[in-house]
């Protein structure tokens, strides 16, 4: 696993993956365990977000890694009328929210916490050639000081297993996690499967300074367009060339500067507001559970209609709360409907880091 991929996995401190964002890096992981492991059945449709492009750091304080010159020749996408009518509602409703509800303060020596709890879903085939499928948790904390230029912690769990197929795939799983956890790193390097605590200044874990979109540094997010139809062309721009389709993509960028604490309350309307016109958007689900918390889910289904990204809003405060990966189809051993993996996310300010 590239360092890319470890911070990718960060989302999982608030995400995410969904959930799905993992799947990529995770089935990789397992073939270099287990060379003739495998995943769930693949339709095309599963989105596999490429780690190169972007990480986020934990949810509500993902961010976005990977900047890039924008080509002069960049194609925006005609307008197909944007996201369907309640989708566009609850969205619009979610910025005007944003702006009303006040930005946590962080006063010097404080941390803004983001705390964040994810389950996700796995599949391999067993040396036996049995496709097994189980879940696991990994939550984490990521602590942003308020001088955005000093050090950042970030405490990730371990990840664990917490749901199996059958006794003998328990068997299969705990022995495949503790392989991991025990494997030696290259030079001391953080193994993401047993965890432990990053630290870094300004948040450049692993060298790489903190983005609140492709291209745009958190500490330059003043600089980005706030007229909604400005802000999702330049994400059209950035984005080129990378995912199933141009919708899908700005919607999964969307989707990550959403998760970020730090992005302030006029940069997440005008998200949320550029969100309601991307064609393909749908109101999900009218209340959608994350944690024992409530919110509306609006969604993206991916191109073949395998499953749906979905980002959960608690209507209240126009803040994102979680975020889930469901099935549309039937895979085995997972019906249509299945949640394969989700993330809550809470924000909190507090006195003291690890």
Do not use: C
Not at 25 to 49: E, F, T
């Amino acid at each position: 696993m590239d360092d890319l991929q470890l911070l990718r996995e960060m989302r999982s401190d608030v995400g995410t993956p969904p959930p799905a964002t993992l799947a990529r890096g995770r089935n990789a992981l397992l073939r270099k365990i287990d060379p003739g492991s495998g995943a769930m059945p693949d339709d095309g449709s599963r989105r596999r977000r490429v780690v190169t492009r972007r990480f986020t750091l934990a949810a509500a304080a993902a961010l976005v890694l990977v900047g890039g010159t924008v080509a002069a020749d960049v194609l925006i996408p005609a307008s197909k009328g944007g996201a369907s009518a309640e989708a566009a509602e609850v969205l619009n409703k979610a910025a005007a929210a944003t702006i009303k509800t006040s930005d946590p303060v962080v006063k010097p020596g404080q941390y803004l916490k983001v705390d964040t709890k994810a389950v996700y879903g796995g599949s391999l085939v067993n040396s036996s050639g049995k496709q097994i499928f189980w879940k696991s948790t990994q939550n984490g904390q990521l602590y942003i000081p308020a001088d955005l230029s000093a050090e950042w912690v970030w405490n990730r769990e371990e990840r664990n297993p917490v749901e199996f197929q059958d006794e003998e795939s328990k068997a299969d799983i705990l022995a495949m996690y503790a392989q991991q956890k025990a494997e030696r790193t290259p030079n001391g390097e953080f193994n993401p499967q047993a965890g432990g605590v990053l630290r870094a200044k300004g948040g450049a874990f692993l060298g790489h300074e903190p983005q609140v979109l492709i291209g745009t540094s958190l500490k330059d997010a003043a600089s980005l367009p706030r007229d909604p139809q400005k802000l999702l062309d330049l994400i059209y721009e950035r984005t080129k060339g990378a995912g199933k389709t141009p919708e899908l993509e700005a919607f999964v960028t969307i989707s990550d500067g959403l998760r970020m604490g730090a992005v302030p309350a006029d940069l997440r309307a005008a998200m949320y507001k550029a969100a309601a016109l991307i064609p393909g958007v749908v109101m999900a689900d009218k209340q959608a559970t994350v944690d024992g918390r409530k919110g509306i889910a609006i969604g993206m289904p991916l191109p073949g209609g395998g499953s749906r990204d979905d980002i959960i809003i608690d209507p209240s405060t126009g803040l994102v709360i979680g975020e889930r990966d469901i099935l549309l189809k039937d895979y085995p051993g997972a019906p249509a409907g299945t949640v394969q993996s989700w993330t809550a996310i809470k924000t909190s300010v507090v006195d003291s880091a690890p």
